[in-house]
């Protein structure tokens, strides 16, 4: 019997990340860039009535976009290519509401090429964000109609541009220009996204990639990655979307009602099961398009290092906007907080002190008789997984004399699912044992604040799993 007086369900673990899934939680770190006719209009949800004439942006450099994204640490770069507005940035076959008609580079730009390109050379993965919501195409709410000029535009994005490695879709759906709402032929888009481009995940409405629940930069303290099969419907993450523009709503705080979604109780009852990884989602602005009268309330890089160590460090990916000024260029104070962010992650987590300690653990040895120095290595190559029936867990760590120790990194081996419930962090101060940390889940990553204690001994205790534990890496830096 365990913990929550809930009996070990082996069916908790056979909901398992695909390849394309573990590839994306690798990442981490991603980069939102919003820009559109919103930026000269100063709105943030434009009704598609815009002129092309008003996108101008003259200074545009899309490798300033790739640079910054860089040099924050991130990995992969998102482009609003078309917003609820309908104005595309590359010159789309199927509208005349489009870069082609805008006074940009004399209606020869092409920013989703531009922004492509200068990922590739600033070794980012680049992504693209389609608004399913057309607020300017006269056949949205036309059933058929829409989803045909719909998949059309995917079909340029996914062919034309080089690999793809998100699909980002919306849940907002509101009316059109005719008034009518379109009801969105889901499964005919996912199954065009998986033809053309099936390294890429389909994120928030999509099967790949949950919605964190808010857009405040907020974490569950225990984020599940399996949760309800039906979590997966599109349509639960439109219920939840935000369906006008509204500044409560960007920073409303979690849905209490939505905290678990993942526990042994939550789930008991639940036919079906998924993999089903949370993202979370904010911008470094209170909007997400660029206003010059929010310049002086961009988040500070204390704030940014807040979020990330909760976010990445708590088993979501982490997806940061950085909204373009009207010049097209990302403001020099966006820049530099965000440039702050990644010398932290560089110089924070790049020498792991494990390397020059000893490890052990109870049990000595896992079920393939492996020692707990694979545990060094930061891959699914290796990993320690205890006897089945086994769900604790100790790994102890020892040094020849006492270290200042900042940052504990827990990985869980995802592969073979989320197992750990319960779990505490201890260390050696005077001969006796304390309690530095005490939590549930770890996932994919878990990033513990130790506070700088100075010890030569530290314990992770695994109190409790689903079933027997596997365990990928510690670092501590």
């Known amino acids: 019997?365990?913990?929550?007086?809930?009996?070990?369900?082996?069916?908790?673990?056979?909901?398992?990340?695909?390849?394309?899934?573990?590839?994306?939680?690798?990442?981490?770190?991603?980069?939102?860039?919003?820009?559109?006719?919103?930026?000269?209009?100063?709105?943030?949800?434009?009704?598609?009535?815009?002129?092309?004439?008003?996108?101008?942006?003259?200074?545009?450099?899309?490798?300033?976009?790739?640079?910054?994204?860089?040099?924050?640490?991130?990995?992969?770069?998102?482009?609003?290519?078309?917003?609820?507005?309908?104005?595309?940035?590359?010159?789309?076959?199927?509208?005349?509401?489009?870069?082609?008609?805008?006074?940009?580079?004399?209606?020869?730009?092409?920013?989703?090429?531009?922004?492509?390109?200068?990922?590739?050379?600033?070794?980012?993965?680049?992504?693209?964000?389609?608004?399913?919501?057309?607020?300017?195409?006269?056949?949205?709410?036309?059933?058929?109609?829409?989803?045909?000029?719909?998949?059309?535009?995917?079909?340029?994005?996914?062919?034309?541009?080089?690999?793809?490695?998100?699909?980002?879709?919306?849940?907002?759906?509101?009316?059109?220009?005719?008034?009518?709402?379109?009801?969105?032929?889901?499964?005919?888009?996912?199954?065009?996204?998986?033809?053309?481009?099936?390294?890429?995940?389909?994120?928030?409405?999509?099967?790949?990639?949950r919605w964190c629940g808010n857009e405040a930069g907020e974490v569950r303290p225990s984020e599940w990655s399996v949760v309800a099969k039906d979590m997966t419907d599109p349509a639960i993450t439109a219920a939840l979307s935000q369906q006008e523009d509204n500044e409560e709503f960007r920073n409303r705080p979690l849905d209490e009602t939505q905290t678990d979604l993942g526990s042994r109780e939550r789930l008991a009852n639940e036919k079906e099961l998924a993999w089903y990884p949370a993202e979370t989602d904010v911008s470094i602005r209170p909007g997400w398009f660029y206003h010059e009268e929010e310049d002086d309330q961009v988040r500070s890089f204390e704030n940014l290092k807040d979020i990330y160590l909760k976010s990445v460090g708590g088993n979501t990916t982490l997806l940061l906007n950085l909204p373009p000024m009207k010049n097209g260029r990302i403001h020099e104070t966006d820049a530099a907080n965000l440039k702050q962010l990644g010398e932290f992650i560089e110089n924070t987590f790049k020498y792991n002190l494990v390397d020059e300690a000893g490890i052990t653990s109870i049990p000595p040895l896992d079920c393939w008789e492996k020692e707990p120095t694979v545990l060094r290595n930061d891959d699914y190559e290796t990993y320690f997984m205890n006897e089945a029936g086994t769900n604790k867990l100790m790994i102890k760590i020892n040094w020849i004399e006492k270290k200042k120790l900042n940052y504990l990194v827990l990985k869980e081996a995802i592969p073979f699912s989320q197992r750990v419930e319960k779990f505490k962090v201890c260390y050696e101060e005077n001969g006796s044992m304390k309690e530095c940390y005490n939590g549930t889940t770890i996932g994919y990553k878990k990033i513990i604040d130790l506070k700088g204690i100075q010890t030569d001994f530290l314990a992770i205790v695994i109190e409790d799993s689903r079933v027997a534990p596997v365990m990928s890496f510690v670092g501590v830096y």
């Open 1 to 209: 019997m365990n913990y929550n007086g809930l009996k070990e369900d082996k069916r908790l673990v056979k909901a398992v990340p695909s390849a394309r899934q573990i590839a994306y939680e690798n990442m981490e770190f991603f980069c939102f860039i919003h820009f559109t006719v919103n930026t000269f209009t100063g709105s943030e949800w434009g009704d598609g009535t815009e002129p092309e004439s008003i996108f101008n942006p003259t200074e545009l450099d899309a490798r300033q976009w790739a640079k910054t994204a860089a040099e924050g640490g991130m990995k992969g770069l998102i482009l609003t290519c078309k917003h609820h507005d309908g104005f595309c940035l590359w010159p789309s076959k199927y509208t005349e509401h489009s870069i082609k008609n805008s006074p940009y580079k004399n209606g020869k730009g092409d920013i989703v090429r531009e922004t492509a390109e200068a990922c590739r050379e600033f070794g980012l993965k680049f992504g693209v964000y389609l608004s399913p919501w057309d607020r300017n195409n006269s056949s949205y709410g036309k059933g058929k109609e829409y989803d045909d000029y719909y998949l059309n535009q995917l079909t340029e994005l996914l062919t034309e541009y080089g690999d793809i490695f998100v699909i980002w879709l919306d849940g907002a759906c509101g009316e059109g220009p005719n008034g009518k709402v379109q009801k969105y032929d889901w499964q005919r888009y996912y199954k065009v996204m998986r033809e053309l481009q099936p390294n890429a995940v389909i994120s928030i409405s999509g099967p790949d990639i």
